[in-house]
């Protein structure tokens, strides 16, 4: 890229960077150091204000650059990701959102332990809220560092490795200075901005072609050198047997896996009631449902007008479709639009990194204080002890985040969103439904229904071509691979419920009838509810 490209980008992201860090230190010397106030906002959000927050937090950068990339590269086949996102909100609509907001109070162990003995409980869901968060992280570090190779043209692998470790850095201030209530308005600005830069995109798209979608789609077919069966299911799960499980597990895992991510869980606490809980997720489904059919525009857009040889020969995982299409409807490499559309998109790109992981942080960070380090504790940790905990296990997330981004630096982030939803549906789903609905769910249920997804999910992934046995690999030069699948959600979802019942029908210890109702009537009513 140019110098142009490279300053007017850098400009740009540095603009919201000093925003987004000015919103966290008025928010800083305006906090009063509760627990409420750093995990929950002080509860002050409105249903609109928190839908937007919701939205900011859920389109990530897998949405943006990952799931464009694919649909440009693979057409009908990467299309599985947006249905996948957009219909696991139906899930978290009916079977979640108000139910949690009425039964816990800053994290998903919360509701489980309403119910069962805290202990055991809240360390199992901490450790898999972690788990997830942590892989979670890892999809926007790769897609920070797929950026800055393009910003500045893919000659300095030290600049990309130092982009991630400046976002981990920057993700780490925001949390441990602002929490939760500077962390939902950085997600509310990055929410505009990122809609914004996609109907502008998507106009010009359709402009380009004249509003002619069809004519959009066969452009897309032609130049991706499949002809038709670029349009038609196959390109790159309908190969054999394996292809077609491997399709399967990851729409399982997509479609489950948001109603069991902690960071999503995490944000029906910053409203006042459950009711506003509900109207979040309807404003939410509205700016996701509309970001994603967008997202569809651009990905055969990019195929029609960039090429998949572009887009493969800039990033092998195709992270960089987005970029590069702006690049191209601006006016080419060497114009003025190209330049100014160009350096929008990727600063775009970098906000919605930065936003995502805050919340993600954020979420992960309260799973390790309010869950894991209150648990150890022989007594009770003080609301101060315990925001100064998770201030502290901010910085070490982020640095496991950070040396696993570089890892991986190479996998589509879409791909990896995939993995971590495939955790999150395995391990949290399972012991989220049965807490809520099923009256003789017992301790060891709820512990095994957690490690029983959680391990195998886990397990899965390390014997998986994703981490060796292929060219694609985490390790190509080791051969580790004895599952077929890249996505694990077909077998460990499963596991994950099978050991919740299992667990339940071989305990000694009797299912409380009485907390059970209790949880019931909270969770339908709000009595009782913080």
Not at 82 to 102: D, I, P, Q, S, Y
Not at 158 to 167: K, Q
Request: glycine share 12%.
């Amino acid at each position: 890229m140019t110098g142009n490209h490279q300053t007017l980008a850098l400009l740009l992201f540095s603009a919201f960077v000093a925003v987004t860090l000015a919103i966290t230190t008025w928010v800083s010397r305006n906090r009063h150091g509760s627990a409420e106030e750093f995990y929950a906002g002080g509860r002050l959000f409105s249903p609109m204000e928190n839908g937007f927050a919701i939205s900011g937090d859920y389109m990530s950068a897998a949405s943006f650059l990952g799931v464009t990339g694919l649909i440009s590269l693979y057409g009908y086949d990467g299309l599985l990701y947006v249905v996948g996102f957009l219909v696991a909100w139906l899930v978290v609509l009916f079977l979640v959102a108000e139910l949690v907001r009425n039964c816990g109070r800053f994290t998903l162990a919360d509701v489980i332990a309403a119910r069962m003995s805290e202990r055991p409980v809240r360390i199992a869901a901490g450790t898999s809220s972690v788990t997830v968060s942590v892989l979670y992280l890892v999809a926007q570090m790769v897609g920070a560092g797929s950026l800055v190779a393009l910003l500045l043209g893919g000659t300095s692998e030290a600049a990309r490795n130092w982009t991630v470790v400046g976002v981990g850095a920057l993700m780490v201030i925001y949390v441990s200075l602002g929490g939760m209530r500077a962390t939902t308005w950085i997600q509310i600005v990055k929410a505009v901005l990122l809609l914004g830069g996609a109907i502008a995109l998507t106009v010009l798209v359709l402009v380009r072609f004249h509003g002619d979608v069809n004519q959009l789609l066969r452009s897309a077919a032609e130049r991706s050198g499949h002809g038709d069966a670029f349009l038609a299911p196959g390109l790159k799960y309908g190969g054999d047997w394996t292809a077609r499980f491997d399709f399967i597990s990851l729409g399982l895992a997509l479609v489950l896996g948001t109603a069991g991510l902690p960071h999503i869980l995490s944000r029906f606490y910053t409203v006042p009631t459950a009711r506003a809980a509900r109207r979040s997720v309807v404003w939410s489904i509205g700016l996701i449902g509309s970001f994603y059919l967008m997202t569809i525009v651009l990905g055969f857009g990019a195929a029609a007008i960039v090429g998949p040889q572009a887009v493969r020969g800039s990033n092998a995982a195709g992270n960089t479709a987005v970029p590069l299409l702006a690049l191209d409807l601006g006016g080419g490499a060497n114009s003025t639009g190209g330049t100014v559309l160009f350096a929008i998109v990727a600063a775009i790109a970098f906000a919605t990194i930065l936003a995502v992981v805050a919340g993600i942080t954020l979420a992960s960070s309260a799973s390790v204080a309010h869950d894991l380090y209150a648990s150890l504790r022989r007594r009770r940790a003080k609301p101060r002890s315990e925001v100064a905990v998770a201030r502290t296990a901010a910085v070490g997330v982020g640095v496991v985040a950070i040396a696993l981004g570089l890892l991986a630096r190479d996998l589509n982030v879409a791909f990896l969103v995939g993995l971590a939803f495939a955790v999150a549906a395995s391990a949290n789903l399972p012991v989220l439904l049965y807490s809520l609905f099923w009256r003789s769910f017992t301790t060891r249920g709820a512990v095994w229904a957690v490690y029983g997804g959680l391990v195998p999910a886990l397990l899965l992934v390390l014997l998986s071509p994703v981490v060796s046995g292929s060219p694609e690999s985490l390790f190509p030069g080791v051969d580790l691979q004895y599952f077929p699948l890249q996505n694990p959600g077909l077998v460990s979802i499963p596991l994950g419920f099978l050991a919740g019942w299992l667990g339940t029908v071989t305990s000694a210890e009797p299912p409380d009838e009485a907390k059970h109702a209790e949880t019931e009537v909270r969770s339908l009513t709000g009595a009782g509810a913080v």
